[in-house]
């Protein structure tokens, strides 16, 4: 489970927090400013913080990108496949090999939820990340 700064920026968007549903549920990640990282199987609902961030897991993000059906279809491989071929942006990386050049996802992103949530961004919302934050 990715619960680096830059997952947590990246996170840290409307379009992410709005596909958390309710109270926190069992085995998920939260970011909280003074806490920092919370697994909430370790908290009382009751005394959950307000103000927190959550940090989606991989099939989580999965589950949003294919609207919770039981199987992939046509389209959503091919957008996926797209998405993986396509040159990103450039990397931003000084010390990557890959640093200054427009780079593939793969290349571009330090883990699996971070890619995900790359691809959900970039299909639903039209946004790539920059390293820094979401633009269009």
């Known amino acids: 489970m990715?619960?680096?700064?830059?997952y947590i920026?990246?996170?840290?968007?409307?379009?992410?927090?709005g596909n958390s549903t309710g109270p926190p549920e069992f085995n998920s990640?939260?970011?909280h400013a003074t806490m920092g990282i919370i697994g909430n199987q370790h908290i009382d609902p009751m005394c959950f913080p307000e103000d927190y961030t959550w940090l989606p897991r991989q099939d989580q993000i999965q589950e949003m990108v294919l609207?919770?059906?039981?199987?992939?279809t046509y389209p959503q491989l091919c957008a996926w496949d797209d998405f993986m071929r396509v040159p990103y942006a450039i990397h931003p990386d000084q010390g990557d090999v890959y640093a200054g050049k427009k780079v593939q996802v793969l290349h571009f992103f330090k883990s699996f939820e971070q890619l995900w949530l790359a691809f959900y961004m970039d299909k639903e919302h039209g946004k790539?990340?920059?390293g820094e934050k979401w633009s269009r």
């Open 2 to 6: 990715d619960t680096s700064e830059t």
């Open 9 to 17: 920026k990246m996170c840290d968007r409307e379009e992410i927090q």
């Open 29 to 31: 990640y939260f970011y």
């Open 67 to 72: 609207d919770n059906v039981k199987r992939i």
């Open 128 to 130: 790539k990340w920059d």
